[in-house]
């Protein structure tokens, strides 16, 4: 007999959402549970300033998977994406470099002839691996598995099929792959350029959201991560959804209310009630008991196991693994109204530069110092910044003739030591961060008429981003596809029956994707139709 509720999801995020619109459409019965007063996670838009409004957090489209806005419907509901109109804009010292289709070749030809005509061979590699890691991102890895042949034969023919999908690639692209894994994305860049800006606007997606240098073994792969995006059909642009971030999550949180989902929110969950074995249920935070047939979670795994449930549920390796779970990106987000757009000195009066990202960071050793710095001193003395300018693409963000930016700033350390805390120094560093800007926009200083200021702990708390981790878990070897979040849990269950993990804690990660939602809701449905989920 089917209980009241089918399916409760704990965490309003896009990921919860994704989750829960595909399961009520094969007829579960689903409640999502959100904490804040409203629905999105991080990918929300609120207004931070009288008159403004931006995306608080997350702040940029391009890995929001296709699939899941076909099959949710997003346009319908509302949702539109425009794509910038120049990808990245980068000051140097003595110029800058553009970004985008039709100019990049020319643009990097300023610095390098050599890496100018490097650039379509470069492309075309990375792509070949892009294209084949992206089928991956909709499939749920092999899981490793204890018990017998019948137990492990399912996970034997997933790893078959992966096989298959990467003897696609020639010798080459296995090299690369291989590369791309082990690298670091400096390491991957200098083998490709020799001059400073190109291999910064790469690289910088080699930083994003991961507290490393460029030189970090394994931070090659970030900078793949990145590339899989796609924006309106066109593989590897980036955009901006009309009306902010939140336009996405409202679009899914219309689909899943179409589909007769039940969304709570301004509901903490303090516990995940587990008897004889099994996740069945919730306990919130003001006390109220949810009963249902399972419990998927869209946390950080983090926050679901080091705090929601039981240790004593929890198997002895496992928790332990999760203690030692890496979670921490090193951001520091802030959002700013301004009275004008910037003027930079390299390239003076507005443009189409202004609706790229613009990332002040113009090599890979200043990104390199401002890691060293921060793991020394807690914040770095000069920090990578990159900044989004939405209202040139979007005016019902601000009043008229106005703007509201984003930046999304490194690095910072996610934790202070010495007993500091990110409340003794948020002011301090967001002074910094916009002096930085000013130092290539003079005047931007004085037009910034209001600003939100979000350290790594202001994340944590508002978002449950542990440490400020955008991606809910490094982006590392033994933390990506069927390790993420631990051997043995990588196919969305969890060493408890009856309590899933669908968030960017589990493959393929962090990112405004949906894919997580996407493939928890294909497992926990095979679940449903084998009548693996009992009555509560």
């Not at 007999?1 to 007829?27: F, P, T």
């Not at 790469?202 to 030189?215: I, T």
């Not at 196991?305 to 951001?331: C, H, M, N, W």
């Not at 200021?453 to 508002?462: A, I, Q």
Request: glycine share 12%.
């Amino acid at each position: 007999m089917a209980s009241e509720r089918d399916i409760l999801i704990v965490g309003g995020g896009h990921n919860g959402l994704v989750c829960a619109a595909y399961l009520a459409k094969a007829g579960l019965k689903v409640t999502v549970l959100e904490r804040r007063h409203v629905v999105g996670g991080a990918a929300v838009t609120e207004e931070f300033h009288p008159g403004f409004r931006n995306s608080v957090a997350s702040y940029t489209v391009s890995l929001l998977n296709p699939k899941v806005i076909a099959d949710l419907e997003l346009h319908r509901h509302g949702l539109k994406i425009v794509e910038r109109k120049v990808s990245n804009f980068l000051p140097v010292p003595g110029g800058y470099l553009a970004t985008g289709e039709g100019r990049t070749k020319s643009e990097v030809a300023k610095f390098s002839q050599k890496d100018a005509d490097r650039l379509d061979a470069y492309g075309d590699r990375l792509e070949a691996i892009a294209d084949v890691l992206r089928d991956l991102v909709l499939q749920t890895p092999p899981n490793l598995v204890e018990g017998g042949l019948a137990q492990a034969i399912p996970e034997l023919l997933k790893s078959a099929s992966l096989g298959r999908k990467l003897s696609h690639l020639d010798m080459t692209a296995k090299r690369d792959l291989l590369a791309l894994f082990a690298q670091s994305a400096g390491d991957w860049l200098d083998g490709w350029f020799e001059s400073d800006p190109i291999k910064a606007v790469y690289g910088f997606d080699g930083v994003v959201g991961n507290y490393a240098s460029p030189y970090t073994p394994g931070s090659a792969y970030v900078l793949l991560h990145h590339v899989f995006g796609e924006v309106n059909g066109k593989k590897g642009a980036w955009g901006h959804a009309i009306g902010g971030m939140g336009a996405i999550t409202q679009a899914m949180a219309a689909c899943c209310r179409e589909r007769g989902v039940e969304i709570r929110t301004d509901v903490a969950v303090a516990e995940i009630l587990v008897e004889k074995g099994r996740a069945v249920g919730v306990v919130t935070e003001k006390g109220e008991t949810l009963r249902g047939r399972a419990v998927v979670s869209n946390l950080n795994p983090k926050l679901l196991f080091g705090k929601l449930v039981d240790r004593s549920f929890q198997p002895a390796d496992f928790a332990e693994r999760i203690d030692r779970y890496r979670s921490g990106s090193g951001t520091f987000r802030m959002n700013v109204a301004l009275s004008k757009l910037p003027d930079f000195t390299c390239l003076p009066g507005p443009g189409d530069h202004l609706t790229a990202g613009i990332i002040i960071a113009p090599s890979l050793a200043y990104m390199e110092q401002a890691y060293a710095d921060a793991r020394a001193h807690g914040w770095s003395k000069a920090p990578i910044v990159e900044m989004l300018i939405p209202s040139t693409l979007d005016d019902s963000l601000a009043p008229p003739g106005q703007h509201v930016a984003s930046l999304f700033c490194q690095h910072v350390s996610p934790t202070l030591s010495g007993g500091r805390s990110w409340d003794d120094h948020r002011e301090e560093v967001a002074d910094l961060m916009i002096a930085t800007v000013d130092a290539q926009a003079p005047g931007f200083a004085a037009s910034v008429v209001g600003r939100q200021v979000l350290s790594p702990l202001d994340l944590e708390r508002t978002f449950g981003l542990s440490g400020g981790d955008i991606m809910h878990g490094n982006l590392s070897l033994d933390q990506m596809f069927s390790a993420r979040p631990v051997l043995g849990a990588g196919d969305y269950r969890t060493p408890i029956a009856g309590l899933y993990q669908c968030g960017a804690g589990t493959h393929p990660g962090g990112g405004v994707t949906g894919a997580p939602g996407h493939n928890a809701a294909r497992e926990i449905i095979k679940d449903a139709r084998r009548g693996r989920l009992r009555a509560a």
